[in-house]
């Protein structure tokens, strides 16, 4: 690939965040498993047939690195799923100290397990050449890239499990891909992309296979969970969007 190509391709690259297992050194700024923390008040997120929700996921959005995505600067959002994985819900609560550890009011029948806290590591996504952001490129623009992508580009190496992440132009399903946006804002896209390039979601979180904190999906897989970008900037968390894969 010409140089100013490769240039004009790396200009799309952004952040995402990889959400590992808390080192004990750097800011615990996400937590899976054990018990959330919730208002006083609110009640326990409940399915359609009133059975109580597995929860999964704290992000500490005050503790979160900057990457482009318009989280709200402070509060916590907290991630529930029913038996089914299909009813998904996101709670944000801006106050975080008002918050207080809670049971379950039932016994639900998920296991109880220890909480796991999460660091953030910064690394680099890249769209891949079917990326919609690449859609209105003419043909040919990129020649090459696909070489470069497998013998060119070291990406991050993933841990086996648990690879739970913040933004980024893939969600890598188990099953197939889906492209999302790795932020709030659209870049300078090359040539004239479609409308599916400028809708697209941005990847609030995935969720990995991951058996210590109780997350199998299925038979080994991962979770996605997206939200537009109108949505996002008016805190809509309600409107997030959830698909599922497993081998």
């Known amino acids: 690939m010409e140089p100013e190509r490769f240039e004009q391709w790396r200009a799309l690259w952004r ?54 995505i318009d989280l709200p600067d402070r509060g ?32 639900d029948g998920w296991p109880l397990r220890e909480r796991i806290d999460l660091m953030a590591v910064v690394e680099p996504s890249r769209p891949g050449p079917d990326h919609p952001y690449l859609s209105g490129v003419p043909k040919g623009h990129f020649k090459g890239l696909g070489r470069v992508l497998a013998t060119e ?33 659209v870049p300078d896209l090359p040539g004239t992309p479609g409308p599916e390039a400028l809708d697209l979601p941005v990847l609030l979180v995935r969720m990995d296979y991951d058996p210590d904190a109780g997350m199998p999906w299925g038979d080994c897989g991962r979770s996605e969970w997206v939200i537009g970008r109108d949505d996002l900037a008016a805190r809509r968390f309600d409107r997030v969007e959830f698909s599922w894969s497993c081998h």
């Open 15 to 68: 952040d995402s965040i990889g959400l590992r297992r808390a080192d004990g050194r750097s800011p615990v700024v996400a937590s899976v498993a054990g018990r959330p923390a919730l208002p006083p008040e609110a009640e326990w997120p409940l399915d359609g047939s009133g059975a109580p929700k597995q929860y999964l996921m704290t992000l500490d959005l005050a503790a979160l690195p900057r990457i482009g």
């Open 76 to 107: 916590v959002l907290l991630c529930f799923i029913d038996t089914e994985y299909e009813e998904p819900e996101v709670l944000f609560f801006e106050d975080a100290a008002a918050l207080r550890p809670r049971e379950c009011p039932v016994d």
């Open 153 to 185: 580009i070291d990406d991050p190496e993933p841990p086996n499990e648990g690879d739970h992440r913040i933004g980024g132009y893939y969600a890598f399903g188990t099953q197939y891909d889906f492209p999302c946006a790795p932020a709030s804002e």
